[in-house]
């Protein structure tokens, strides 16, 4: 079983920065692809981004290109977001997702692994 402890989430003014971290004790999370989605109340769960094993390929959902940035540290076990220019449709709670390496499908699904979530509050 993979723990993943999602920080970071907190209230900022629009155009504000945040960086979420999503941590895991897991020796072997290197091999994993992680995700983030996030989830505003009364709204399905939405793919935000993904990064996969290794050396790091990205790919974001068009909503956060441009502005939001995945990036990991193996030697860490740890997974950032980095949110620029945040807006108020970016309020949602934020989820750290994984699954292993050879969990084939599409990027944006089939994540074995989940955190509890942390909240970002973006006020007008």
């Known amino acids: 079983q993979v723990r993943l402890v999602e920080s970071g989430g907190g209230l900022v003014q629009a155009g504000a920065s945040l960086k979420l971290s999503c941590a895991t004790s897991?020796?072997?999370?290197?091999?994993?692809?992680v995700a983030w989605f996030r989830q505003a109340p009364g709204k399905e769960r939405e793919f935000v981004a993904t990064i996969s094993w290794g050396s790091g390929t990205t790919s974001y959902a068009d909503s956060v290109k441009g502005r939001f940035t995945i990036s990991r540290d193996n030697a860490k076990n740890t997974v950032y977001l980095q949110m620029n220019s945040l807006k108020p449709d970016d309020t949602a709670v934020y989820y750290c997702?994984?699954?292993?390496?050879?969990?084939?499908?599409?990027?944006?699904?089939?994540?074995?692994?989940w955190g509890q979530g942390t909240q970002v509050t973006v006020s007008s």
């Open positions: 997702a994984a699954r292993m390496r050879t969990s084939g499908g599409p990027i944006d699904s089939g994540y074995a692994y």
């Open positions: 897991e020796p072997t999370f290197g091999n994993y692809r």
